[in-house]
């Protein structure tokens, strides 16, 4: 499913909800992202490494521009304009790890 059409348009799409809402804050956007998946947010441990990990990709986009465009336009719905491109594409890494967490999956 991670690389998956569709699943990978979802992830943008969820990316892009949560950077366009009002916190700028990390931690509230992982929460949020967290708690629209899941129905609950992160514990502490949960948040530290979904943090950890979405620094990761800021950092991989921040030297890989075109990498990042080329993620955020892969398939056939397209990026919003008003979102920075790094940006939208670390938190569509962070939204495609989270969509596919056991959790997400297999829910009970």
């Known amino acids: 499913m991670m690389n998956d059409v569709q699943h990978v348009e979802a992830a943008r799409a969820l990316g892009e909800r949560v950077l366009k809402q009002a916190s700028t804050d990390a931690n509230s956007r992982i929460g949020g992202m967290y708690q629209l998946v899941l129905s609950r947010f992160p514990d502490e441990v949960e948040l530290q490494q979904l943090s950890k990990a979405l620094d990761g990709f800021a950092q991989r986009f921040t030297t890989d ?13 397209h990026a919003a304009l008003t979102v920075e491109p790094t940006e939208l ?20």
């Not at 521009?65 to 719905?77: C, D």
């Not at 790890?97 to 999956?105: G, T, Y």
């Open 65 to 77: 521009r075109e990498g990042a465009l080329k993620l955020i336009n892969f398939g056939q719905s």
């Open 89 to 108: 594409a670390a938190y569509t890494l962070l939204a495609n790890l989270i969509l596919n967490l056991d959790e997400a999956v297999n829910r009970n």
